[in-house]
């Protein structure tokens, strides 16, 4: 995997959660660098997941339909701009 487009890193894990992942990984046939695969996979959606939830608070107090309005006027505008640089 080492390319020099990739950073080592050293994680300490529960025995454990090394034994389950492992297994998980073996079960599935995954080779050498499916761990590295596995991990960089996990932490991808995590970061995903807290930002989704992060974006979810700041908006728990608009009213229902709200985003829904603030995402079709944002739209409409991103669209507006883009036929006005095409046209």
């Given at each position: ?10 994680v300490s894990v529960s025995k454990d959660t090394d034994t389950s992942v492992r297994r998980f990984l073996d ?61």
């Open positions: 995997m080492p390319d020099g487009s990739t950073t080592r890193w050293t079960q599935r046939g995954m080779k050498k660098g499916s761990l590295s695969k596995f991990i960089e996979d996990a932490v991808k959606w995590r970061v995903f997941d807290q930002t989704i939830a992060e974006a979810r608070g700041k908006f728990a107090d608009v009213p229902e339909g709200g985003v829904e309005a603030l995402l079709g006027e944002a739209v409409a505008a991103a669209r507006q701009q883009a036929a006005a640089k095409a046209g």
